[in-house]
């Protein structure tokens, strides 16, 4: 039988493991060897066929710079009734969401009723996502070419029904401490997803970077009148001693994290559940606006 997504999550939501299971490490990864267990995760979309002409591999960049002048304008909202075929239902969206194939697969599997939102910033892979979703005939997933850092606020503050989960996962790194500020995650997406959230709503984050794992946690720990770690609200959602969850929540993976996997890498999982509103938020309006030149002083 093939090793699909749906038997990792069975396999996934039977066990409960009391410790931190590694992936069995590899020191040889083949390219090809990775593609297979991509492809085998995601087997129940079969998406080779729908790609006949251009092949099974986009050549695209592997980085584009988040703060280059084309990126640094905010991307809106696109027309919600035209993109979802119900725009109130409950909406996860996956920042820097790469190929697209793991929230596919989610808006195809899953058995709730959700919507769906890929953002990435690199335009071939959202064009060929969204012809696979086309063909595939969802309408309850969309994926825009946008720089989620800038354009989250605009596009997600539009959108009709409750914002449900956020998903950060295994972000481009940028190890070099003078390239942090190219991270995807920066204070004012932070503060964007804290704040329009809705109470119960969760963010999930992940890397196989420790490092990059940690800045993530530490912005989100910062914010602890706001938002608890799942494993003090739900006990089957269980942390290593360093606070680290055990396990995918999802139970389907994301493609680095297959691969990351395959290197026999470790993947570090933060998952928050916002549990009041973002105190003062009138009072921090107030101020925003209070500080804004006073139209005397401006004409002099
Ligand atoms: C390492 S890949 C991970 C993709 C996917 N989440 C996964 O786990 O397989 C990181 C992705 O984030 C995208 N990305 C980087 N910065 C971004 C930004 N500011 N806005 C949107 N996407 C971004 C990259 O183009 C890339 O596809």
Not at 60 to 69: C, D, F, G, K, T
Not at 208 to 231: N, P, Q, T
Request: net charge positive; hydrophobic share 40%.
């Amino acid at each position: 039988m093939a090793w699909t997504a749906t038997a990792t999550l069975c396999c996934r939501l039977v066990r409960a493991p009391a410790v931190r299971r590694r992936a069995p490490h590899r020191t040889l990864c083949s390219a090809e060897r990775s593609t297979d267990a991509v492809d085998r995760e995601y087997a129940d979309l079969n998406l080779r066929p729908l790609y006949p002409n251009r092949g099974h591999h986009l050549r695209i960049r592997q980085h584009v710079n988040p703060l280059s002048a084309s990126f640094v304008e905010p991307t809106g909202p696109p027309d919600w009734k035209e993109v979802f075929e119900d725009p109130l239902l409950p909406l996860m969206v996956d920042i820097g969401c790469g190929s697209g194939r793991f929230l596919v697969w989610l808006a195809k599997n899953s058995r709730e009723r959700r919507n769906y939102l890929g953002l990435e910033i690199r335009q071939k892979l959202v064009e060929r996502t969204q012809f696979w979703v086309t063909e595939l005939g969802l309408r309850n997933v969309y994926f825009m070419f946008a720089n989620a850092t800038v354009s989250f606020e605009q596009i997600v503050s539009s959108y009709p029904g409750p914002l449900l989960l956020v998903s950060i996962l295994c972000p481009d790194p940028h190890f070099k401490k003078k390239h942090h500020k190219r991270r995807v995650l920066q204070t004012q997406l932070v503060d964007s997803i804290t704040k329009n959230l809705c109470l119960g709503g969760r963010v999930l984050l992940q890397s196989d970077v420790l490092g990059v794992a940690a800045d993530m946690r530490e912005r989100f720990d910062g914010y602890s009148d706001v938002f608890e770690h799942v494993d003090c609200i739900d006990k089957n959602l269980r942390c290593d001693n360093e606070g680290w969850l055990l396990d995918n929540p999802i139970g389907i993976r994301t493609e680095r994290e297959i691969h990351a996997e395959l290197e026999g890498a470790t993947i570090y999982r933060r998952m928050y559940q916002k549990i009041r509103d973002v105190p003062h938020q009138k009072t921090s309006a107030v101020q925003w606006i209070s500080a804004l030149p006073r139209p005397q002083a401006v004409m002099g």
